[in-house]
């Protein structure tokens, strides 16, 4: 399964233009976890059953920070995080934290025929939808969670502008535009 979930993300991480150079991190200052590198993306798969606790991704985000891991956190568990859980993980969603649970990881959902692509909009590009819409500032768009499934395989973070491409049967290929906040229930 970790194999599985490892090819998913190079594939992800490629698409952002990444580097997918793997390797193996050894370390004795976390317990029950593995470590690998996809580039310069530190990624941990969390050995615990029964999900995270706060106190462990407070620990692996400070591992990352310790270890100059700056260009991402991708924490990947064998249960789904619980909605406190959820919370913390988003707390950190501006340091590019996010999380994938084991299964969501064994296949490439991105390409299946129902999946609606997104992608995240270049400073120009975010200017000329500001205008056209008559924006004062981002915000005014409708809002995208930072841990959607979508949002974090493109690796937006809060206060991304993301285009997402709805296909229609009569107006054809729509996009659509959508403010990346940390969490939508909060705002």
Excluded at 48 to 77: E, P
Excluded at 158 to 169: A, F, K, T
């Amino acid at each position: 399964m970790k194999d599985k979930a490892l090819e998913t993300l190079r594939t992800f991480l490629g698409r952002r233009g990444l580097s997918t150079t793997t390797e193996r991190v050894v370390t004795e200052d976390l317990e029950r976890v593995d470590l690998y590198t996809i580039g310069d993306v530190l990624v941990v798969f969390s050995e615990k059953d029964k999900g995270l606790l706060d106190r462990d991704i407070r620990n692996y985000v400070k591992f990352a920070t310790d270890n100059g891991y700056t260009n991402g956190l991708i924490l990947v568990g064998q249960a789904k995080p619980s909605v406190n859980i959820l919370k913390v993980i988003k707390s950190y969603a501006k340091e590019r934290v996010q999380f994938f649970w084991i299964w969501h990881l064994q296949t490439d959902w991105t390409q299946h025929r129902l999946y609606v692509p997104h992608r995240i909009l270049k400073e120009d590009e975010r200017t000329k939808i500001m205008n056209e819409y008559n924006l004062r500032e981002p915000s005014q768009l409708p809002l995208i969670d930072s841990q959607d499934y979508p949002v974090r395989v493109i690796g937006a973070i809060p206060g991304d502008v993301i285009e997402v491409l709805r296909n229609s049967d009569t107006a054809g290929v729509q996009p659509m535009y959508r403010y990346c906040v940390e969490d939508v229930n909060v705002v």
